[in-house]
């Protein structure tokens, strides 16, 4: 009954005008940034963290405009999977597979409308998930002394790359890097500063924000800058919507697949690293298997996109678990929230759900409202985020470079800080072009601080005895799985990303 009061109190903070307005703008401007492609939940966060900010809104209506913004991004991206064969981030590949073979058929419409509802129903039980799970875990986690959480977060970094990725090699790198550039600042014990080169603007330490934005947004307005696809783009098709609602057939035959997919897909998110890519691809895979008897999978099946969409929206939901409850971001954009978190001066892990219940529980609510409002909104205005689909990136980009320059300079007020976010663009343009993982460089620079203090800590308690990191049968557990994860990626990491691209390449061709 405590969680429910709890809940029901959450309701009352998120359903002020304020936050129902910022949910309402962070489910469209979310929904905008799903559908065009490459920018995704990840970008689409990351570039709207300025305008938070330079609203100076609390830490409830930051976090209730963000997350609205993700889960709407996580909706979004099936748009341009449908319509054009083009996913809008990675976890929406899969949804292709069906989706543009249905809107082939004219039924574009129908396939949209019922991948809002799948979305709506894997987002909607992923957020109970995160109601009776988090609290659980947030008992186990108050066991935790120096030394767990340091092989927990050893753990996120070790397990970050997940299951669907095919080198640990660069993951490990960026891990590296960005642990290296948490390093930069003035020691907290000993007061010398570490590699800020007589800098003084270094002494605080790089800001979250800065590093983020840039890695992000304004990377992806470099890779625009290199490709220049902005002709190439007024060529795409204008495909008929048609009918907007699904028969009720339809929605009786896909029903059992999306509750099925919602458990696989929360149970992916709350796996840290593993994230909606990986909940979007075993909900496809499973159900291929489980229902396909007569191989219509990839040839407009409706259980084709119900599948992978209940299931990446239901790892969104899932992967917030371990980021409030542990302070351990469970996928790419609740790394980047985590970040927003941080510069609001709250800390996520076990005393956030006792010393913030405001926040926790708003937000909460908040998913819930904009859950409802993201179904209504996307039924009935496909048209609209359709068109979106039409706007050229030469358009699009120097809003989102404006966007990023004019939020940082709000929020900070220095112009060193936009040498360093540039700095940080060009970073992010180069390793992308080398396939190194961005959120690894994140995670490190968001929790690089926190796991070196956590060390520290473990080792003077202990009087120097390294062997405290093992003590415990919990730190042992979390080491255990950590290599675990580290070493799965390794030996059927490879086979489960080249099933996701030759799934995506034969039954996606389609589209020639």
């Known amino acids: 009954m405590e969680t429910f009061a709890s809940l029901a109190d959450g309701f009352a903070i998120a359903l002020t005008w304020q936050n129902i307005l910022l949910a309402l703008l962070g489910c469209f401007l979310g929904t905008i940034m799903g559908a065009l492609p490459g920018l995704g939940p990840s970008n689409g966060v990351a570039i709207l963290i300025p305008l938070a900010f330079t609203l100076g809104l609390g830490a409830t209506p930051s976090l209730i ?41 004219g039924m574009a419409g129908q396939a949209l409308s019922l991948s809002g509802i799948a979305s709506f129903v894997g987002a909607f039980f992923a957020t ?18 120096p030394a767990e ?74 890779i625009f800058l290199e490709k220049r696809h902005g002709a190439a783009d007024a060529d795409k098709k204008k495909v008929k919507v048609g009918r907007l609602t699904p028969p009720w057939s339809m929605i009786k035959q896909t029903t059992p697949t999306m509750l099925r997919s919602t458990g696989l897909g929360f149970l992916a998110g709350v796996l840290p690293g593993a994230g909606a890519s990986l909940g979007s691809f075993i909900s496809y895979s499973m159900e291929k298997r489980l229902v396909d008897k007569d191989k219509t999978f990839g040839t407009g099946d409706p259980r084709g996109i119900a599948a992978p969409e209940a299931g990446n929206n239901a790892a969104a939901g899932g992967a917030l678990v371990p980021m409030l ?21 709250i800390t996520p892990g ?28 996307n ?3 496909v048209g ?36 360093v976010m540039i700095g940080f663009g060009i970073m992010g343009w180069v390793l992308r072009k080398l396939d190194v993982p961005l959120v690894p460089i994140i995670l490190g620079t968001l929790l690089g601080n926190t796991m070196e203090n956590n060390l520290r800590r473990a080792i003077t308690i202990s009087n120097g005895d390294w062997m405290t990191l093992i003590d415990s049968p919990l730190s042992i557990g979390l080491w255990v799985i950590a290599i675990i994860g580290f070493i799965l990626p390794l030996v059927i990491g490879r086979r489960v990303k080249a099933q996701m691209h030759a799934k995506a390449g034969e039954e996606g061709t389609i589209s020639d």
Request: glycine content about 10%; proline content about 5%.
């Open 65 to 105: 405009l963000l997350t609205s913004v993700y889960y709407g991004a996580m909706y979004g991206g099936r748009i341009s999977s449908i319509l054009l064969n083009i996913p809008g981030d990675e976890p929406a590949m899969m949804t292709c597979l069906d989706g543009y073979p249905m809107a082939q058929k």
């Open 350 to 377: 076990p005393l956030l759900f006792s010393q913030n219940p405001d926040v926790v529980w708003g937000l909460i609510a908040a998913l819930f409202i904009a859950n409802f409002m993201l179904l209504a909104m």
């Open 128 to 145: 109970w998930g995160l109601i009776f799970l988090a609290p659980q875990l947030v008992k186990i986690a108050l066991l935790f002394g």
């Open 379 to 381: 039924i009935p205005m």
């Open 384 to 419: 609209l985020f359709t068109r979106v689909l039409m706007v050229p990136p030469r358009i699009l980009m120097p809003v989102v470079a404006m966007v990023s320059f004019v939020g940082i300079y709000g929020i900070s007020g220095s112009s060193f800080d936009l040498l």
């Open 149 to 222: 959480y340091f092989a927990l977060f050893a753990l996120a970094f070790m397990t970050l790359g997940g299951v669907s990725s095919t080198n640990q090699a660069k993951s490990a790198f960026a891990a590296a890097l960005g642990l290296g550039l948490a390093m930069i600042g003035v020691d907290t014990q000993t007061g010398v500063p570490r590699f800020t080169f007589g800098e003084v603007h270094l002494y605080d330490g790089l800001d979250f924000l800065v590093a983020i934005v840039g890695l992000f947004a304004l990377s992806e307005v470099f």
């Open 325 to 345: 409850a542990l302070g351990v971001p469970g996928s790419g954009t609740t790394a980047v929230l985590l970040a927003v978190l941080l510069s609001l001066n």
